[in-house]
């Protein structure tokens, strides 16, 4: 009998994964992994973060709570305390019941509840995002029903920084009552962001050509360290009073990659569509997974609404953060130390667990090759995969690389 499955063809690799297998598939002892999307510390292990683990055991001896379904739209205490976090605790809008938030599977399932609410609800057909992006940004908007996806320049190879006159001049180019899918901070891929200047005349073409605003918040204190800085951006856009929404992750600031914890958070300027807006939203959930999951959420909640755990979490992620900024300190001045061809301040100029280092797709392959040291086809790189082990041993694989093969002018 004929299979009904038997024209299905088998789909592209997705790359990040792929790279994690030939990692590990790897038996070379010097092997480095710069490809994976998580934080490592200096050992190269993944950490549970100590305010979180204290949090889970308190969790676990606590009998009154149960395993019971959480309401559509999320845990309430959770999603308060989220867009608390992120428009900030004097926040104008949340003072006016202007905001609101409700809890998704974490930042890619914020990003689709948007979609879908935008898409559906709002019907809103053009999307841009910038060149280059977090790869999943196109999939799901397309798989969201968007018809017209488009891009905005960001990446400026020659400088290896923003090319700002590009994505000023392509947001001028976008038609009115497209969505702008916009970095809060600690661009991914490329670790640059725009300064709060050029926020500002962001924001000024964004409200001269009446586009909506979609902020992907997925690093707030993970980048700096700082809660306040990492959502200068979103804040300033809502003290301009753009409506909004900014999809929140709680996987890198809080070490709970696996428990799928994310936040919408929608700012309005009518308080009045806030109920039927979130009745839209409910009967999107229902649809698509019904209720969300209760254990990462729940220590989310008790730690943002517990004056010492959350002063103990922000001493965390400033761990976190300054060992990336280490890392990148510590990379430049060996690259620079060994002589090696172009310029590195780049890489201290970028912020957040992501660099583009600016190495071309042959300097990778000779790198993955003959070094064992795995990294993404584009060049970016996770600082968290550096560590005091072996730092030298890739700055030195990438000044050989680089000196035996070349640079060509785009770098």
């Known amino acids: 009998?004929?299979?009904?499955?038997?024209?299905?063809?088998?789909?592209?690799?997705?790359?990040?994964?792929?790279?994690?297998?030939?990692?590990?598939?790897?038996?070379?002892?010097?092997?480095?992994?710069?490809?994976?999307g998580a934080y490592r510390t200096d050992e190269c292990k993944p950490w549970v973060l100590p305010v979180v683990r204290k949090t889970e055991q308190s969790?676990?001896?606590?009998?009154?709570?149960?395993?019971?379904?959480?309401?559509?739209?999320?845990?309430?205490?959770?999603?308060t305390a989220a867009t608390r976090m992120l428009l900030g605790q004097d926040s104008k809008a949340i003072a006016e019941g202007r905001a609101f938030g409700i809890q998704t599977l974490s930042g890619t399932g914020s990003l689709r509840m948007a979609a879908e609410f935008l898409g559906r609800i709002l019907k809103y057909k053009t999307f841009y995002y910038s060149v280059p992006t977090w790869e999943n940004h196109n999939l799901i908007f397309v798989n969201a029903?968007?018809?017209?996806?488009?891009?905005?320049?960001?990446?400026?190879?020659?400088?290896?920084?923003?090319d700002f006159e590009g994505m000023i001049e392509d947001l001028r180019n976008a038609p009115e009552n497209s969505v702008i899918i916009l970095h809060a901070c600690a661009h991914n891929p490329t670790g640059v962001d725009p300064t709060p200047d050029q926020w500002k005349l962001i924001a000024d073409v964004v409200e001269e050509k009446k586009l909506f605003p979609l902020f992907d918040c997925a690093y707030q204190g993970f980048a700096s360290g700082d809660l306040e800085k990492d959502a200068f951006a979103v804040r300033y856009f809502v003290e301009r009073g753009f409506e909004l929404a900014g999809c929140q992750s709680f996987a890198k600031n809080f070490g709970l990659y696996n428990e799928r914890a994310g936040n919408l958070t929608v700012v309005v300027n009518d308080a009045s569509t806030i109920a039927p807006s979130k009745s839209q939203l409910t009967l999107l959930v229902r649809g698509m997974y019904s209720n969300p999951p209760n254990h990462g959420a729940r220590v989310i909640s008790t730690v943002l609404n517990t004056p010492e755990l959350c002063d103990e979490w922000k001493g965390c992620i400033k761990t976190m953060a300054e060992r990336i900024i280490a890392m990148r300190k510590g990379l430049r001045e060996r690259l620079e130390k060994l002589g090696t061809p172009g310029t590195w301040n780049h890489i201290t100029d970028q912020i957040g667990m992501f660099s583009y280092t600016g190495l071309q797709q042959k300097h990778v392959d000779m790198l993955v090759n003959d070094y064992h040291i795995y990294l993404l086809k584009s060049g970016r790189i996770n600082m968290c995969g550096l560590t005091s082990h072996n730092i030298d041993y890739v700055a030195n694989a990438i000044f050989e690389t680089v000196s035996k093969i070349g640079l060509e002018s785009s770098l």
């Not at 299979?3 to 480095?32: C, H, M, W, Y």
């Open 1 to 36: 009998m004929t299979s009904r499955f038997s024209n299905v063809t088998t789909g592209p690799p997705i790359e990040v994964f792929a790279l994690n297998k030939a990692f590990l598939d790897d038996p070379n002892a010097q092997k480095v992994n710069l490809g994976v």
């Open 59 to 79: 969790m676990a001896s606590n009998e009154s709570l149960n395993h019971e379904y959480l309401p559509v739209l999320g845990l309430d205490t959770f999603s």
């Open 145 to 162: 029903g968007f018809t017209e996806p488009r891009t905005y320049r960001y990446w400026k190879p020659e400088t290896r920084g923003l």
